[in-house]
């Protein structure tokens, strides 16, 4: 690997974009026919029934209790009297996690291994990813007490939102998950920081357009600037337009297609517009709407494939890589709602804000939303993809194979059983601390660069399992002294492209902490170091990612992860050039309120101490470490070995 400190003085490399394009000729054009004309071989029936079943368990997840099949007439007494749950996203959802399946399995059948992570930002979906994970047979495999019979979806229809259940939102017990879907912003970020170091990962990342707006996700759309394809797999985001968000239209509900297009392809990507047009007028022209949804959506994730490959084979096997590479991304436009119920006397549904949550809020009491309720869940025709007869027994799978066509083979290819999202953990190869520390003659020494002198030492030892996350202070906190190990890694500094590097500088805490928080739950280990007032602004995430890693730990099929690592420097104890405007001590008090068994604070009094605590915490699993202390010269209380009794009392 090429080391050194750069200065950053060659110019900017050019785009790929020609000089004298027109704006609306950036647009991405794919074959649709092609894949309309081979509808078998790219599977689209089984996708259709495959999201009717899903959208249908959806519904019945959000609404029912009892009766989940409609086995006998469906009554008040079945649906629940709390009625939890976002129903407008999930018809998307189902349709991206449909489409996710179906990619693997065609490259299954080619004989091709293809691993996939599924995030998405929308985390109120769960009634969607969980429907999915339900049928791909993850819920199951995890959760025995759901089997694949009409008795099991009898008990998971009823435990959303239910207590002892699955709650509304994804979170650690659901299966394939590496993203708490409470907080929106971060989708992006993580999904990035999960293909680092992981060449053979595809993560595909449904943003909603309401998350869009968040300051989070407008920086992490820059993240593919970050991702060497030499050492790194993939990240495919789909942007999800249905046009609002809880009670208002979203801003890119607002923009037409060339204002998007516009704006990402700025970004650095190659945009394919995947539309399903304006609301059906009846049940024919929907059919025939969300046939040709399906057909574009999978000849644009066969395009969005073979774009990554090229750009990865360019830089791994033909040793050329591609310039500033135009990763894919897919902008899907489909009705929020869609599927549902058109309108109630009071308000439109489909393709509105009202279909956001829950869309007949009143059905458990009401006969007419009652009554659209019925009517709702019998438009999936699910009788025609079950077998009868195996309901009735109630101890076999129901579902027809020609549904399930799409679910690939292996069952840890399906995105629920992929090993890295729950069982990936490697430990790190660390030098003992000794190695490190200082000379007993030494009288005065900088915490951070006795740890810098550590870090540089488990860089040269784990060149494939270290990251180190970083805003613009990695020099200035005293750091730098890494880079005689290692180098920054920017895709499209001309100094720091193509051999890459540890360390990702970066001015968005958030995305950073995404990143880190991605390369954690696949398996990985960071570091994360700031001056002590900016490092507040992840707090909400820190936290998240604790509620994540709590729940996780009491998920018995989840293993460990890495602990979350922290250095905060620049601190209000002693003036570090920077004065009042850059101390903050705050972080403290919000990770003590943390659960106690997860959360470890150190505050080393001298270097040798700063380098045993460093150590320890790179060894530790599931906790949020922080580490406080001065990137100035403080004196040396401690030799070696007093500094490891104090640190081991």
Request: charged share 20%.
């Given at each position: 690997?090429?080391?050194?400190?750069?200065?950053?003085?060659?110019?900017?490399?050019?785009?790929?974009?020609?000089?004298?394009?027109?704006?609306?000729?950036?647009?991405?054009?794919?074959?649709?026919?092609?894949?309309?004309?081979?509808?078998?071989?790219?599977?689209?029936?089984?996708?259709?029934?495959?999201?009717?079943?899903?959208?249908?368990?959806?519904?019945?997840?959000?609404?029912?209790?009892?009766?989940?099949?409609?086995?006998?007439?469906?009554?008040?007494?079945?649906?629940?009297?709390?009625?939890?749950?976002?129903?407008?996203?999930?018809?998307?959802?189902?349709?991206?996690?449909?489409?996710?399946?179906?990619?693997?399995?065609?490259?299954?059948?080619?004989?091709?291994?293809?691993?996939?992570?599924?995030?998405?930002?929308?985390?109120?979906?769960?009634?969607?990813?969980?429907?999915?994970?339900?049928?791909?047979?993850?819920?199951?495999?995890?959760?025995?007490?759901?089997?694949?019979?009409?008795?099991?979806?009898?008990?998971?229809?009823?435990?959303?939102?239910?207590?002892?259940?699955?709650?509304?939102?994804?979170?650690?017990?659901?299966?394939?998950?590496?993203?708490?879907?409470?907080?929106?912003?971060?989708?992006?970020?993580?999904?990035?920081?999960?293909?680092?170091?992981?060449?053979?990962?595809?993560?595909?990342?449904?943003?909603?357009?309401?998350?869009?707006?968040?300051?989070?996700?407008?920086?992490?759309?820059?993240?593919?600037?970050?991702?060497?394809?030499?050492?790194?797999?993939?990240?495919?985001?789909?942007?999800?337009?249905?046009?609002?968000?809880?009670?208002?239209?979203?801003?890119?509900?607002?923009?037409?297609?060339?204002?998007?297009?516009?704006?990402?392809?700025?970004?650095?990507?190659?945009?394919?517009?995947?539309?399903?047009?304006?609301?059906?007028?009846?049940?024919?022209?929907?059919?025939?709407?969300?046939?040709?949804?399906?057909?574009?959506?999978?000849?644009?994730?066969?395009?969005?494939?073979?774009?990554?490959?090229?750009?990865?084979?360019?830089?791994?096997?033909?040793?050329?890589?591609?310039?500033?590479?135009?990763?894919?991304?897919?902008?899907?436009?489909?009705?929020?709602?869609?599927?549902?119920?058109?309108?109630?006397?009071?308000?439109?549904?489909?393709?509105?804000?009202?279909?956001?949550?829950v869309p007949l809020p009143s059905s458990f009491k009401d006969d007419s939303e009652f009554e659209m309720l019925v009517?709702?869940?019998?438009?999936?025709?699910?009788?025609?993809?079950?077998?009868?007869?195996?309901?009735?027994?109630?101890?076999?799978?129901?579902?027809?194979?020609?549904?399930?066509?799409?679910?690939?083979?292996?069952?840890?290819?399906?995105?629920?059983?992929?090993?890295?999202?729950?069982?990936?953990?490697?430990?790190?190869?660390?030098?003992?601390?000794?190695?490190?520390?200082?000379?007993?003659?030494?009288?005065?020494?900088?915490?951070?660069?006795?740890?810098?002198?550590?870090?540089?030492?488990?860089?040269?030892?784990?060149?494939?399992?270290?990251?180190?996350?970083?805003?613009?202070?990695?020099?200035?906190?005293?750091?730098?002294?890494?880079?005689?190990?290692?180098?920054?890694?920017?895709?499209?500094?001309?100094?720091?492209?193509?051999?890459?590097?540890?360390?990702?500088?970066?001015?968005?805490?958030?995305?950073?902490?995404?990143?880190?928080?991605?390369?954690?739950?696949?398996?990985?280990?960071?570091?994360?170091?700031?001056?002590?007032?900016?490092?507040?602004?992840?707090?909400?995430?820190?936290?998240?990612?604790?509620?994540?890693?709590?729940?996780?730990?009491?998920?018995?099929?989840?293993?460990?992860?890495?602990?979350?690592?922290?250095?905060?420097?620049?601190?209000?104890?002693?003036?570090?050039?920077?004065?009042?405007?850059?101390?903050?001590?705050?972080?403290?008090?919000?990770?003590?309120?943390?659960?106690?068994?997860?959360?470890?604070?150190?505050?080393?009094?001298?270097?040798?101490?700063?380098?045993?605590?460093?150590?320890?915490?790179?060894?530790?699993?599931?906790?949020?470490?922080?580490?406080?202390?001065?990137?100035?010269?403080?004196?040396?209380?401690?030799?070696?070995?007093?500094?490891?009794?104090?640190?081991?009392?």
């Open positions: 690997m090429f080391t050194g400190h750069t200065e950053s003085l060659a110019p900017p490399k050019p785009s790929q974009l020609k000089q004298d394009v027109q704006l609306g000729d950036l647009a991405v054009k794919v074959d649709t026919e092609k894949v309309a004309a081979n509808q078998e071989a790219y599977q689209i029936q089984s996708l259709l029934e495959f999201q009717r079943l899903a959208n249908y368990f959806s519904v019945a997840q959000i609404f029912l209790r009892s009766n989940a099949l409609q086995s006998k007439p469906l009554t008040k007494d079945d649906v629940k009297q709390r009625l939890l749950g976002h129903f407008g996203t999930c018809p998307g959802l189902n349709l991206t996690y449909a489409h996710l399946l179906a990619l693997i399995s065609r490259e299954e059948a080619k004989g091709n291994d293809l691993k996939a992570i599924y995030i998405t930002g929308p985390g109120h979906g769960a009634p969607a990813v969980l429907s999915c994970l339900y049928l791909e047979g993850s819920i199951s495999h995890f959760y025995p007490q759901y089997p694949l019979t009409s008795a099991g979806l009898e008990k998971f229809v009823k435990a959303f939102s239910w207590p002892g259940g699955f709650p509304s939102h994804v979170n650690s017990e659901t299966p394939g998950a590496i993203h708490e879907g409470g907080e929106l912003g971060y989708a992006l970020s993580v999904a990035y920081g999960s293909v680092m170091d992981k060449p053979e990962l595809l993560t595909v990342c449904v943003v909603g357009d309401g998350e869009s707006e968040t300051g989070p996700t407008a920086t992490a759309w820059h993240a593919h600037k970050y991702l060497n394809p030499t050492e790194s797999g993939a990240v495919l985001p789909i942007l999800h337009v249905n046009g609002f968000k809880i009670s208002e239209r979203t801003i890119p509900g607002a923009m037409d297609d060339l204002e998007l297009l516009a704006l990402y392809t700025g970004y650095g990507y190659q945009v394919r517009f995947v539309e399903y047009g304006s609301l059906a007028k009846d049940e024919a022209e929907a059919e025939e709407k969300l046939l040709q949804l399906n057909i574009s959506l999978a000849a644009s994730m066969e395009w969005a494939l073979e774009e990554i490959r090229k750009i990865q084979k360019a830089a791994r096997e033909d040793k050329k890589p591609i310039v500033k590479p135009r990763w894919p991304m897919i902008i899907l436009r489909t009705p929020k709602g869609m599927t549902g119920p058109r309108a109630t006397p009071k308000h439109q549904l489909e393709g509105s804000y009202h279909s956001h949550q009517r709702w869940l019998k438009s999936y025709k699910i009788e025609e993809l079950i077998d009868v007869d195996k309901i009735s027994d109630g101890t076999s799978w129901f579902v027809k194979e020609s549904a399930l066509k799409i679910v690939p083979k292996a069952l840890d290819r399906r995105p629920g059983m992929l090993k890295e999202s729950y069982a990936g953990y490697q430990p790190l190869d660390l030098p003992a601390f000794q190695e490190c520390a200082l000379k007993e003659d030494v009288k005065t020494a900088s915490l951070m660069k006795a740890i810098a002198k550590y870090l540089t030492e488990v860089v040269r030892r784990n060149p494939n399992s270290f990251r180190i996350f970083s805003p613009d202070e990695f020099e200035s906190n005293k750091l730098d002294g890494v880079f005689d190990a290692t180098i920054r890694q920017f895709q499209w500094d001309p100094e720091t492209s193509e051999p890459g590097g540890r360390v990702i500088e970066m001015l968005s805490e958030h995305t950073l902490q995404g990143f880190l928080q991605g390369y954690l739950l696949t398996g990985r280990h960071g570091l994360f170091p700031s001056y002590e007032a900016f490092i507040g602004i992840v707090t909400t995430m820190i936290e998240q990612y604790a509620k994540f890693r709590k729940v996780a730990q009491e998920t018995k099929w989840r293993e460990p992860v890495a602990s979350l690592n922290y250095i905060v420097t620049s601190t209000l104890w002693r003036q570090e050039h920077n004065g009042y405007s850059h101390q903050n001590p705050g972080l403290i008090g919000n990770l003590l309120t943390l659960p106690r068994h997860m959360t470890r604070i150190y505050l080393p009094p001298d270097a040798n101490c700063a380098v045993s605590v460093m150590a320890h915490c790179l060894n530790s699993k599931d906790y949020v470490n922080l580490i406080v202390g001065s990137k100035a010269d403080t004196p040396c209380f401690l030799t070696v070995e007093e500094a490891e009794r104090h640190c081991i009392a």
